[in-house]
C-alpha cells in the first residue's frame, strides 16, 4: 500500500487529520487497530472548545454536532454550601459545546468513507521504519496477515500506549509525568439533566462533577482511589454520594436514573518532547496526558491535527519544510499552557489525601479569589473555552 500521509489511529485526532488533508487534496490512509463498532461506541470526553467547535464547523462536519450537542455558556463552582456562577460568554464572548467524543468519531468516520477515504480497520501496527529517509513504512497486520504501508510522513495517532512513540529514539525523548493520588468513578445514567451548566464540586468528601451528554443522558464523576473496587459501589451508593457532594441547600442538582455504565479512570498529567522525529509525528494522547478536570484532552488533539494539516499543506504546496520542523514547538507552547490550566483546575478542586488544616483553608481561599475577582473568573473562563490558535 502507498499514500502520502499514513496515520496510525481512528480517534478524533487520526480522524480529523486525515478529513482535514482531504479537503486539501492529500491522501492519508488510517490504521486503526480495533473494528467500527468499539470507536464509536468508546465513551471518553464531551466539552468541546469554541476553537474545536469552530473547526468542526468550517469543515463540513457540525451539522449533527450543532442540532444535537448542547450550548453552554458558563459553568458553576460549588463550595463551602454555595454556588458561583462563571459566565464564560460575559468574560469572553466564547462558549464551550457538550457533544460526546464518540459521537465526534461517527461522525468523522462517516464523513471519510462517504469521501471515499482509507480506514483499515483491526489492524494491528507492529512497527514503523525509515523515519530518517524519504519512505517512511508502517507495517501491520490484519486478518492474519502481515502488511506494509509506505508513505511520505507518519502521524500517529494511537494514544499513550501505542507503538508510535516507542519508533523515536529513547535517548532523544523526554517524558514529563505527574501521577495524581486519586481517579474519577464515572457513570453515564439515563436522566434528564436538572441544570443548564457543567457543575464542578469541592467538597469536604472529595470532588464531584455534574455533566450531561445529551437531553436524556447525563454523566458525573466522584473522586476515589486510583485502585477503587467497583464492586463496592452499588447505584445506590454512588447517586448517594452525589447528592452529598453536589447539593446545596435548597438545591439539589441530581436527577436519578438507570446508570448504564461506571468505570474508574487514574488522573495523571503526561507530555513527551519532542512530538517529532524525522517524518514521524505525535498528536494528542501518544504526545500528552491531561486531568480531565479542565476537558482540554481531546481539544488538544485537535489542536496539534490543525497544526500538522496546515504544515503539511504548505509542504505540498511549496515544498517548503519551516512549518514541519517547528511541529513540535508550535504544539507544546498550547499544550503546556493546558498542562498548567488541567493541574490548576486539578489542584483547587479535589482532596490530596491526608491533608493539615492549613493546606483545607488554602484551597478555600483560593476558589474564594477565583469567584469574588473578575480577573480570577475570567482567567478560568479563557482557558475553559479555549485559547485563541496561533496563526
Not at 192 to 202: G, K, M, T, V
Not at 276 to 301: C, E
Not at 336 to 364: I, K, V, Y
Request: proline fraction near 5%; glycine fraction near 10%.
Amino acid at each position: 500500500m502507498r499514500t502520502q500521509v499514513g496515520i496510525v489511529g481512528a480517534g478524533p485526532a487520526g480522524l480529523l487529520l486525515s478529513h482535514l488533508l482531504h479537503l486539501q487534496g492529500i491522501s492519508s490512509v488510517i490504521l486503526e487497530a480495533r473494528d467500527r463498532p468499539y470507536i464509536e461506541n468508546r465513551i471518553r470526553a464531551g466539552v468541546l472548545e469554541q476553537g474545536t467547535v469552530d473547526i468542526l464547523t468550517e469543515t463540513g462536519l457540525g451539522e449533527r454536532m450543532q442540532r444535537e450537542g448542547l450550548h453552554h455558556r458558563g459553568t458553576s463552582l460549588r463550595f463551602q454550601g454555595e454556588i458561583h456562577e462563571i459566565d464564560f460568554v460575559e468574560l469572553t464572548g466564547r462558549a464551550v459545546m457538550v457533544y460526546a467524543q464518540h459521537e465526534v468519531v461517527k461522525d468523522l468516520v462517516a464523513a471519510r468513507l462517504a469521501a471515499g477515504g482509507s480506514i483499515v480497520f483491526d489492524a494491528h501496527v507492529t512497527g514503523v521504519d525509515g523515519l530518517t529517509g524519504d519512505r517512511p513504512t508502517i507495517h501491520f497486520e490484519q486478518g492474519g496477515q502481515k502488511q506494509t504501508l509506505e508513505c511520505d510522513f507518519i502521524a500517529g495517532c494511537d494514544g499513550f500506549h501505542g507503538p508510535c512513540k516507542e519508533a523515536i529514539p529513547a535517548e532523544l525523548l523526554k517524558g514529563y509525568d505527574r501521577v495524581y493520588p486519586f481517579g474519577w468513578l464515572g457513570i453515564l445514567a439515563e436522566a434528564p439533566p436538572s441544570q443548564d451548566e457543567l457543575i464542578y464540586a469541592n467538597h469536604d468528601r472529595g470532588f464531584a462533577l455534574y455533566s450531561m451528554r445529551s437531553p436524556t443522558i447525563t454523566r458525573h464523576y466522584v473522586q476515589v482511589t486510583p485502585d477503587e473496587d467497583l464492586n463496592q459501589w452499588s447505584d445506590a451508593r454512588i447517586w448517594d454520594e452525589l447528592h452529598q457532594r453536589l447539593s446545596v441547600p435548597g438545591n439539589d442538582p441530581i436527577i436519578e436514573g438507570p446508570i448504564l455504565q461506571k468505570s474508574v479512570t487514574g488522573m495523571r498529567s503526561f507530555v513527551l518532547e519532542p512530538m517529532q522525529y524525522g517524518r514521524l509525528f505525535l498528536a494528542g494522547d501518544s504526545a500528552h496526558i491531561v486531568p480531565p478536570t479542565g476537558a482540554k484532552g481531546m481539544n488538544l488533539a485537535v489542536a496539534d491535527v490543525r497544526v500538522l494539516s496546515q504544515a503539511l499543506e504548505r509542504h505540498y504546496a511549496s515544498g517548503s519544510n519551516d512549518m514541519l520542523e517547528r511541529y513540535s514547538q508550535i504544539c507544546l507552547r498550547r499544550v503546556w499552557r493546558a498542562q498548567h490550566f488541567s493541574w490548576w483546575m486539578t489542584s483547587m478542586l479535589h482532596r490530596f489525601g491526608p491533608e493539615n488544616d492549613f493546606d483545607r483553608h488554602r484551597q478555600m481561599a483560593e476558589l474564594t479569589s477565583v469567584v469574588t475577582s473578575e480577573a480570577g473568573q475570567k482567567y478560568l473562563a479563557e482557558n475553559y473555552v479555549g485559547l485563541p490558535f496561533e496563526t
